[in-house]
Structures are given as C-alpha cells and as structure tokens.
C-alpha cells in the first residue's frame, strides 16, 4: 500500500502562491490516480484537482481552474498543487488521496489512501 505526505502549506497573503507536495512512498504512483482535496472548518472534504485515468489528463473544480495546476513526477514518485493568486475561500486543510477506481470523476469515498494533510490559511 502506497502512503503519502503532504507538505508546503502555510500562511499567505490574498494574491500569494504556494506549492504543494505530495511525497509517496512504500509503492509508485504511477499505479493511481492522483489527487487533491480540500476540507474547510465546518463544510465537507472537497474535490480540487485529479488526473483522469484514461490519458491521465488533469482536472480542476471549478473555483480553482485557471489558478491551480496539479502535476506529477513519477520519478519522484511526487505529486504537486501549484496554487496561485490565492484568495481567503481557499482557506482548508488540503488532501493528497490515491486510489485505484476507474471512475470519471473521483471522489473522497474512491479513495483507498490519504496523507495526514496540510494547512493552508490565506489572509485578505
């Protein structure tokens, strides 16, 4: 079983950028599918990016295209969150998930393997 951890998250400013990482190990990603959820105080674990299985082609929740950009390096067996202009609502603790279903959109429940997570706090 593949474990993961996450790493980079912090305290930034409205506009700011920050990297997520997401280190495996025990097994290659290479073997899952890879993704990014979030969770704020109070509302539900949330997806924000995922490769598709077919092609591995990346997608994006809507409230983040165009500012976030998920990535992999499978010789680092990593995946990344570049995330930027930052703004407050993308205050939570962020996700790092595996899993192995075939499905065309992921969701926390298709996940077999979490990181512990990281927090990122954005101040206006």
């Known amino acids: 079983q593949v474990q993961l951890a996450e790493s980079g998250g912090g305290l930034v400013q409205a506009g700011d950028s920050l990297r997520l990482s997401c280190a495996a190990s025990?097994?290659?990603?290479?073997?899952?599918?890879m993704a990014w959820f979030r969770q704020a105080p109070g509302k539900e674990r949330e997806f924000v990016a995922a490769?598709?299985?077919?092609?591995?082609?990346?997608y994006y929740t809507d409230s983040v295209k165009g500012r976030f950009t998920i990535s992999r390096d499978n010789a680092k067996n990593t995946v990344y969150l570049q995330m930027s202009n930052l703004k407050p609502e993308d205050t939570a603790v962020y996700y790092c998930?595996?899993?192995?279903?075939?499905?065309?959109?992921?969701?926390?429940?298709?996940?077999?393997?979490w990181g512990q997570g990281t927090q990122v706090t954005v101040s206006s």
């Open positions: 998930a595996a899993s192995r279903r075939v499905v065309r959109e992921i969701r926390p429940d298709d996940c077999e393997v």
């Open positions: 025990g097994r290659t990603i290479s073997n899952y599918i």
């Open positions: 490769f598709r299985w077919t092609f591995g082609n990346p």
